[in-house]
T-cell receptor
Framework: DGGITQSPKYLFRKEGQNVTLSCEQN?????MYWYRQDPGQGLRLIYY???????QKGDIAEGYSVSREKKESFPLTVTSAQKNPTAFYLC?????????????FGPGTRLTVL | QQQVKQSPQSLIVQKGGISIINCAYE??????FPWYQQFPGKGPALLIA?????SEKKEGRFTISFNKSAKQFSLHIMDSQPGDSATYFC????????????FGSGTQLTVLP
């Protein structure tokens, strides 16, 4: 069953702690993306990666870090430098080499800072 | 300018009615315009998409109308059903941007039974 999985579904963090959100895909997609969603706002791009071992900052990368050591995996770390991390985080992937590169989204992780 | 402006923010429609959501963009390099549907607590799912070389695309009850000269596009949901109640996002992308999606702010649609 192909798709994108994100874990955990819910995550609670104390202020000052780093946390890592998992994103895995078995669609053999080249590109992967991380978005942040806040109430009443559209999705904003945090980081994206088109190939293994390479990634670029999106519009709101400050306070976040990523890695892309495997094609299937693109974990996102929310660091203590992120001032307002409470949000719904969405991972997506796409096949860059075909068509318009339709993005498929995972189910999301809701992060709450206590 | 990368922004995509979406309206209205919320929309309430009676069952069987037509839901219309509008989006406008500035960047003429955009060449693909998808619409996503998102249910609460879930990730967005692609609903329908259009390229600017056509003025309309229809898939079942969902239609995109595209006005290239005005840089506007809209989603029409015919015969709206309570199961259509969700948040809808328009988006835009270009081949020169690694296919990054620029999203509108979303429209929360409620279809009353």
């Amino acid at each position: 069953d192909g798709g994108i999985t994100q874990s955990p579904k819910y995550l609670f963090r104390k202020e000052g702690q780093n946390v890592t959100l998992s994103c895995e895909q078995n669609l053999n997609h080249d590109a992967m993306y991380w978005y942040r969603q806040d109430p009443g706002q559209g999705l904003r791009l945090i980081y994206y990666s088109q190939i293994v071992n390479d990634f670029q900052k999106g519009d709101i990368a400050e306070g976040y870090s990523v890695s892309r050591e495997k094609k299937e995996s693109f974990p996102l770390t929310v660091t203590s430098a992120q001032k307002n991390p409470t949000a719904f985080y969405l991972c997506a992937s796409s096949m860059m080499s075909t068509g318009e590169g339709e993005q498929f989204f995972g189910p999301g992780t809701r992060l709450t800072v206590l | 300018q990368q922004q995509v402006k979406q309206s209205p923010q919320s929309l309430i429609v009676q069952k069987g009615g037509i839901s219309i959501i509008n989006c406008a963009y500035e960047n003429t390099a955009f060449d693909y315009f998808p619409w996503y549907q998102q249910f609460p607590g879930k990730g967005p799912a692609l609903l329908i998409a259009i390229r600017p070389d056509v003025s309309e695309k229809k898939e079942g009850r969902f239609t995109i109308s595209f006005n290239k000269s005005a840089k506007q596009f809209s989603l029409h949901i015919m015969d709206s059903q309570p199961g259509d109640s969700a948040t809808y996002f328009c988006a835009a992308t270009s081949s020169g941007s690694a296919r990054q999606l620029t999203f509108g702010s979303g429209t929360q649609l409620t279809v009353l039974p």
